[in-house]
């Protein structure tokens, strides 16, 4: 049985290979598979974890991309489930040389839209240690938000720790004030909550990394909060009052800035399932999200265990220190 658990959409990517070229404009892409919460899964697996994904696809030939992807990534299938009727959500993006990128999203109505309750029966938590939770997932359907609520509860009721990133896409969401009152509901319910600085300014009103922090940990459950600075690194507080800063690594190019955070959430559940101390698993984020940013697919530069190492190697230090931070 897997130690990690999450939920949500694979999404097949259509990545433009013309630099700065706009959507409409460009001829030539290439096919990838992206999607947050699979993206943590896939990272999870590289670095030796074994992880389960519920979803739902089409029985179309992008659905069965995303099996073949997934299969050979390693991540558990056993909660993939299939529909004949409804297809695979899929996007575009487009290749820049600054900022972020374009993203078009053709997932409206899609398989993942049809995850219904009945289909969470099967799953066993027997043996899975944390589980991986993000605010896109409930916002793609009335039915997808239903459903994750009842995995979330089931996970509670199971005592299981829970990590939640808030992954705000606003576009998905029925209004803006729904979007903050159930992120920030949903957020409550975690062991961990992972909001970025700019989705602060959005959910609690506020840059101030305490104080957004401050806000979350007035959760029940929530027993720290790690606010993602981008290239400044982790604002760290915990429900104890402890608090820090855990400085980022020094990317040699950014080249593509999808898949940095959820990078960091790999690395931190990793680390913490290998026993590390909440600093120590913001430091491992903090690498993987760096080499995730020097690459152009949104999980291409997760690292396996021996390329964290040399990673690790190059900034200095060996992964034995920089995992043991105190």
Sequence with gaps: MSEVITIGEPL?????????????????FHKIMGGAELNVAIGVKRLGH??????????????????????ACHVGTKYVSYDDYYYTGHQMKQLVTHGD????????????????????????????????????????SDIAENTF????????????????????????????????????ELAGMADIVLPGIEEGKILVGTDSPEEIANFYLRGKRTQA???????????????????????????????????????????????LLEGKSLKSAAVRGNAVGCLQVQTL?????????????????KQGFSEDEATSCN
Aim: charged share 25%; proline share 4%; with cysteine.
């Design 225 to 271: 909060v790690m606010v993602k600075l981008g290239e400044q690194g982790i604002f760290v507080k915990t429900s104890k009052n402890k608090k820090y800063t855990v400085p980022g690594f020094k990317a040699t190019k950014v080249i593509d800035t999808v898949g940095a955070g959820d990078g960091f959430a790999l690395g931190l559940i990793t680390a």
């Design 101 to 140: 990128p374009v993203v078009v999203n053709y997932r409206h109505d899609s398989a993942a839209c049809h995850l219904k309750e009945d289909q969470l029966d099967k799953i066993d938590l027997s043996n899975v240690k944390i589980a991986h939770m993000s605010g896109i997932f409930p916002a793609i």
């Design 50 to 71: 074994s992880v389960e994904y519920v979803t739902r696809v089409g029985q179309d030939p992008m659905g069965k991309f995303v099996q073949k992807t997934i299969d």
């Design 12 to 28: 097949v990517t259509f990545c433009s290979k013309e630099p700065d070229v706009s959507l409409t404009d460009a001829l030539e």
């Design 297 to 313: 697919g949104d999980n291409d530069g997760y690292p396996t265990v021996k390329e964290l190492k040399r990673f690790y190697e």
């Design 149 to 184: 609520r009842v995995f979330y509860q089931k996970l509670i009721n199971a005592n299981k720790f829970i990590t939640f990133d808030p992954n705000l896409r606003p576009s998905l969401w029925k209004s803006k004030e729904y979007m903050i009152e159930t992120v920030n």
